[in-house]
């Protein structure tokens, strides 16, 4: 979003956390203000009170610089690290619009909900938004990436005899699908399913995973981690993935079918409540992690018998579209200035 502001000639800023700085090595362009912060739902005294310091000191850092460089609008993109510099952003007198992508409002919007000019939504059915503030909450759409609102849908190349699957997942994620997946491909080739496997691994299971897959006669192309995700999808016939917000709908602008593993754990379960949401609209298959074992080798193997229930998938992912969204979040910024002016 902010390359599309920069394009426009909005001068920006981006405040965040340690955690996010290494997704902006390559943005030179982007003017960065580091801001730690810190979430206070822990387990014990001590880190409560640690969090609670954090937060402060976050808090204090992002006035001073709300003050230094006078914005006439801050955008929250949720979690705890946007919280500080939103909070500031009330506490002195400043407009701030709040973004949620999950389908469930997460903790930190949920506080600023009271205080923000707007609420924009991924979904426009976001689950736990107060009645009393549906009047300033927006359907606006993901906020993804050009290059995935640009893919090049029509162009796949996929082996006509061979079943092509790319497994993706963060860092916990990548060490259990490659513990647990392995067994089930197995199975899959044993039944003559022809695999090639592209797969998104931790650095030291590399070795161990790809001497498997060969021991069993299965192709593979091993990763550890890749920026530049999309270049897999025009090979593959569907994906196995967990069911974060921004995976997830990018999987489905790309219109790339997806079985989608939530993991437990997640807060507030939101990425079941994502999953159920995609599963519900003929966008994606889901599989919770408990019956993976059970589940995942049945339904590849009505896949591999049926390719119609990809190509279903397909036709229900094109009924939707987030090419529009810069557009829609341009023009919302517009209004707002426009009438502080």
Known sequence: MAKYLINRKY????????????????????????????????KGPIKII????????????????????????????????????????????INFIIYENNLCLGKANKYLLPFAYRLFTSYPDTEGVNKKY?????????????EILNFEKNERL???????????????????????????FKKCTKEKIKLKIIQQCLNSQLDELE?????????????????????????VDFVITRSG???????????????????????????????????????????EETYIEKNLFPLIKSIHKDKDLLSQMINNQKLHSDENVFKKIENQISILINDKN
Do not use: W
């Not at 640690?50 to 003050?67: D, E, G, K, N």
């Not at 006439?72 to 919280?83: D, V």
């Not at 996929?158 to 089930?184: C, D, H, M, R, Y």
């Not at 593993?261 to 990425?271: E, G, M």
């Open 211 to 235: 001497s498997e897959y060969k021991a069993n006669d299965i192709e593979c192309e091993l990763f550890d981690f890749d920026f530049q995700i999309q270049k897999h999808f025009s090979k």
């Open 158 to 184: 996929k082996e006509a005899n061979t079943l092509t699957i790319l497994v993706l997942g963060g860092s916990q994620a990548a060490k259990k699908f490659a513990e647990i997946l392995p067994g089930i």
């Open 245 to 287: 917000s921004s995976i997830l709908a990018e999987l489905l602008n790309c219109r790339i079918p997806f079985v989608s593993i939530p993991l437990p754990s997640s807060t507030d379960n939101h990425q079941l409540k994502n999953a159920k949401y995609f599963e519900r609209k003929g966008f994606s298959f889901l599989i």
């Open 134 to 146: 549906f009047s300033k909450t927006l359907h606006i759409g993901n906020i993804i990436r050009e």
């Open 50 to 93: 640690i969090s609670i310091f954090q937060i402060t000191s976050a808090l204090v850092i992002s006035m001073i610089f709300l003050f230094r460089n006078k914005p006439k609008l801050i955008f929250g993109m949720g979690g705890y690290a946007s919280f500080p510099i939103c909070l500031a952003a009330k506490l002195m007198g």
């Open 11 to 42: 001068d920006i800023s981006v405040a965040i956390d340690t955690r996010g700085l290494k997704f902006l090595k390559n943005h030179n362009n982007l003017k960065i203000k580091l801001i730690n912060s810190s979430t206070i739902f822990k």
